[in-house]
């Protein structure tokens, strides 16, 4: 087996779906994989599979916890030189049934966690000057589509976030890549009941990831078919690209 990119990865949202496929492809490449997700008992599952991965069971939305993390799997398994922010919730719903708990999840969970991840892990890379960050957001950030404002928009907040600190991470010696994934088979799309075009099997979809993030891209984003159709609606005028998304409300 050829030597792995990375010694030591840190996955988020583990449990199941693309955290899930990552965290399994990279511990068949012989990386070493520290997985976290808020169920114990399937990352447990996950880490039987494998000599290589250790479950360390916590929730995104509590930063101390996730120190507590770094600090026990960096001790154990030595310099974590690969995150994988992965975590995330998914409330569709019409503006007019919003739900504000349901709103607040979403920000705490998919922004906010990774945030706090982020800050578990930062310090850390820049003291060594040495370290890959990535996390996954979304095409639907590129712009607001109709039952997605809370989850469009942490999307949206994270594609800003990694546009934001990347030229400064560079300069500390750090790699940023930013995940941007359209539709992807797993337990949170299973919900929806719109059409998903493109859209992709989970291993697939893992695969996709692992190339990219082995290749150091800044952005890793996939299928392109969707990508570009997002990226051309929304250099479009307001008016044509509200045309377009009118038709989308139900």
């Known amino acids: 087996m050829a030597e792995p990119k990375w010694k030591h990865v840190w996955i988020t949202g583990a449990s199941s779906g693309l955290g899930e496929g990552v965290a399994r492809i990279l511990a068949k490449k012989g990386c070493h994989v520290s997985i976290t997700a808020r169920s114990e008992d399937k990352l447990a599952a996950i880490a039987a599979?494998?000599?290589?991965?250790?479950?360390?069971?916590?929730?995104?939305?509590?930063?101390?916890?996730?120190?507590e993390i770094v600090a026990q799997a960096e001790e154990t398994h030595g310099p974590i030189d690969l995150t994988i922010f992965c975590a995330g919730a998914w409330f569709p719903s019409p503006i007019t049934k919003m739900k504000v708990e349901n709103f607040a999840k979403t920000v705490d969970v998919n922004l906010m966690g990774v945030v706090y991840a982020l800050d578990a892990v930062l310090d850390r890379m820049i003291e060594r000057g040495s370290g890959h960050?990535?996390?996954?957001?979304?095409?639907?950030?590129?712009?607001?589509?109709?039952?997605?404002?809370?989850?469009?928009?942490?999307?949206?907040?994270?594609?800003?976030?990694?546009?934001?600190?990347?030229?400064?991470?560079?300069?500390?010696?750090?790699?940023?890549?930013?995940?941007?994934?359209?539709?992807?088979?797993?337990?949170m799309t299973n919900k929806n009941d719109f059409p998903m075009p493109f859209i992709m099997e989970p291993d697939d979809a893992a695969e996709a990831m692992v190339s990219g993030l082995e290749r150091e891209k800044f952005e890793v984003v996939f299928p392109w078919q969707l990508k570009w159709i997002l990226k051309f609606m929304n250099i479009l005028p307001y008016p044509l690209y509200f045309w377009i998304t009118r038709k989308m409300v139900g």
């Open 49 to 67: 599979d494998f000599g290589n991965v250790t479950s360390y069971p916590g929730d995104v939305t509590d930063p101390e916890r996730l120190k």
């Open 133 to 187: 960050i990535s996390w996954v957001s979304s095409v639907a950030g590129y712009g607001g589509l109709p039952n997605s404002a809370a989850y469009g928009s942490t999307k949206a907040a994270l594609i800003h976030l990694a546009e934001s600190v990347r030229p400064e991470l560079e300069r500390k010696g750090l790699t940023l890549s930013l995940i941007n994934p359209g539709f992807v088979k797993t337990p």
